[in-house]
């Protein structure tokens, strides 16, 4: 009875406390698993990130004794691009290391970073982090230019100019393209764009229409060679092209004395090639003194404006974009008329575009300087290496004629030493030689030469001796190149190309480069890349990335090849993209390079290339 009444008596006290809210002797259930649980970065991460750079993040979880750890993710609006953490999970403390992507679609992107308490992911904390490219790689107003194939397989010219932000933006641009439906001068429109990585390598998204009035979207990649110069080239396959990007210092009407060259195709689809020399002898007029052209049309070539000589004007039309000019030419015996649209780069060159319906063509003008009118044999001194393109009348294929090689002259007509790799796909033959012979030069820096061979591999052959003309520009400076094989029996091509003025020896070929090529093997295959030259490996190595259209946007392929050192004329042999391929120096600083091997239809990989020494974008980068 007493121990009955006790507890009862227990009870009541124990309900009387309760009821008027006492807390002295009262022990709340305990907490939840985890509801006390915290989690936070130590220390506090970075907010922003250069895309070569990467950086530790360390995040500390509390009331956690099991010691679960953290749970890391990472998100932001390029899916697949965000870059890479370390590990997917770490302990309380333990860093992980975050990786930005090589790539962006712009010059900027925002990332998240997430760390989850594992034992509790309510728990977390999240570390934006702005990633940042170099854009200011390329800043100002840049002309562009490049020659390839359109969707249906024939010849297509691009120019234009276009104004990069320095921050991934292309804030106002024009682009002009001539193909056989026509030609076609539009603006390019808001949110076109450009990203710039740590290795040079990079991406141009240009928004424009086409020819029909509906919007399109063009891709280019890009290998910066300094800012104010990049090798470009169109990857939308099939539509694909290869060309140049330089920044625009002048946008004067021009004068003087300008030699070009240019090439494509007529409404026929017939390959033609035009080189030669305008004097602009006041202003806006070229009044035929002096000024002569040569056209290389399906296998016969021309002299154009003999006995009176090239005419026209040159003008500036109201556009809301400066350094537009546009040539007007007329010339007897050969084109009759042509119109040529140019940008001006700066005050000795101007990329040219066809715009007057009757021949697809594009190419370049080069100032002659002081020199004008004044040239001799002496002027056409030294050796020069060369590289050309262009088209072998046995296939009608674009870059089906492609070459690298240098001749050297004596200032007194005779050509002394010379090697040339061609290739002409029509005939799957290469021809590699050594060349002698004589030359001439009139007063218009005009040189003119046949190459003629001692030796032909696999094929020897006896009836290819092609011309080569050089239009000279100033003194010092490169001659334009027109290839002109048109009359011979044996595979006839036509192409226009550029030969510089080759330093002293020795050479080298050391260091980060900057690459473009061009291949034709039925389709055609254009490409931008980095490449890096190890002379001191065993055996001497060549690495780097490069982006084509073959591959498309955003898949790179690496290059893994090798090379011998160059000899005391800078030539030597070596590897691209796995094709045998000779290299020509121009310089140390760049030159050409030609394949070798495409005996075999299907066998391919590049044709002809260029290559010039690069300033990385920023201090430390690749």
Not at 52 to 80: H, M, Q, R
Not at 174 to 192: A, C, D, N, R, Y
Not at 307 to 335: E, Y
Not at 544 to 562: H, I, N, Q, R
Request: aromatic share 10%; proline share 6%; glycine share 14%.
């Amino acid at each position: 009875m007493r121990d009955s009444i006790l507890f009862l008596l227990s009870v009541s006290i124990s309900c009387g406390l309760v009821a008027c809210g006492g807390t002295s002797n009262v022990h709340n259930p305990p907490p939840p698993p985890g509801s006390n649980v915290s989690v936070a970065f130590n220390p506090t991460p970075v907010s922003g990130l250069f895309i070569n750079a990467s950086t530790e993040i360390t995040a500390v979880v509390d009331n956690d004794p099991s010691n679960y750890g953290v749970d890391w993710s990472l998100t932001c609006s390029n899916k697949g691009g965000c870059g890479s953490l370390s590990g997917q999970h770490s302990q309380s403390g333990q860093a992980v290391t975050y990786t930005p992507p090589p790539a962006m679609l712009g010059n900027t992107e925002s990332v998240n970073i997430t760390a989850f308490a594992s034992v509790d992911h309510t728990k977390n904390v999240v570390a934006p982090i702005a990633l940042t490219a170099f854009g200011n790689a390329l800043k100002g107003t840049y002309v562009f230019e490049t020659n390839g194939l359109d969707t249906n397989g024939l010849n297509d010219q691009l120019a234009g100019v276009l104004t990069f932000d320095g921050n991934g933006g292309i804030a106002s641009g024009e682009q002009t393209i001539s193909s056989i439906t026509g030609f076609l001068t539009t603006p390019v429109g808001q949110g076109s764009s450009y990203f710039v990585g740590a290795d040079g390598r990079g991406f141009i998204t240009l928004n424009t229409t086409d020819q029909s009035g509906q919007p399109i979207t063009e891709h280019f990649s890009v290998a910066v060679v300094s800012r104010t110069k990049a090798l470009i080239a169109e990857l939308d396959s099939p539509q694909t092209s290869v060309g140049t990007l330089e920044i625009q210092s002048s946008t004067d009407l021009p004068t003087g004395g300008y030699a070009f060259v240019v090439n494509g195709i007529d409404a026929t689809t017939t390959p033609t090639a035009i080189g030669g020399v305008v004097n602009i002898d006041s202003p806006g007029v070229i009044s035929g003194n002096g000024s002569l052209a040569d056209q290389d049309y399906n296998a016969a070539l021309l002299t154009c404006g003999s006995p009176h000589g090239l005419t026209g004007t040159v003008t500036q039309p109201t556009s809301a974009i400066a350094g537009k000019v546009v040539f007007d030419l007329t010339g007897t015996n050969c084109f009759g008329f042509a119109e040529f649209t140019g940008y001006i780069v700066d005050s000795t060159h101007i990329r040219l575009i066809e715009t007057d319906g009757l021949y697809i063509t594009g190419g370049l003008a080069i100032s002659q300087g002081a020199a004008r009118g004044t040239y001799t044999s002496a002027s056409l001194a030294g050796t020069y290496v060369y590289g050309v393109a262009g088209t072998d009348l046995a296939s009608f294929l674009p870059t089906t004629l492609t070459g690298a090689g240098f001749v050297t002259a004596d200032g007194q007509g005779n050509l002394t030493n010379g090697n040339t790799d061609f290739f002409l796909l029509g005939a799957f033959v290469e021809f590699r030689e050594q060349h002698t012979g004589t030359y001439t030069v009139d007063a218009n820096g005009i040189g003119r030469f046949r190459l003629a061979f001692n030796h032909f591999a696999p094929a020897p052959q006896a009836s290819f001796r092609p011309r080569l003309t050089f239009y000279l520009t100033s003194p010092g400076g490169p001659a334009l190149v027109l290839h002109a094989g048109g009359e011979e029996l044996f595979t006839p091509a036509i192409g226009t190309g550029i030969a510089y003025p080759q330093s002293s020896p020795p050479f080298s070929f050391n260091g980060r480069y900057a690459t473009s090529f061009t291949q034709q093997n039925g389709v055609e295959n254009d490409g931008t890349g980095q490449m890096t030259a190890q002379p001191a490996s065993n055996p001497p190595a060549l690495s780097g990335v490069v982006d084509d259209s073959a591959s498309g946007v955003g898949t790179p392929t690496p290059l893994t090849d090798t090379f011998a050192l160059p000899d005391a004329n800078g030539h030597f042999t070596g590897s691209f993209l796995g094709s045998n391929v000779a290299y020509y120096l121009i310089d140390s600083g760049h030159g050409f390079f030609a394949e070798t091997d495409l005996v075999n239809p299907g066998s391919g990989q590049v044709a002809v290339g260029y290559f010039e020494v690069r300033t990385p974008v920023c201090d430390g980068c690749q």
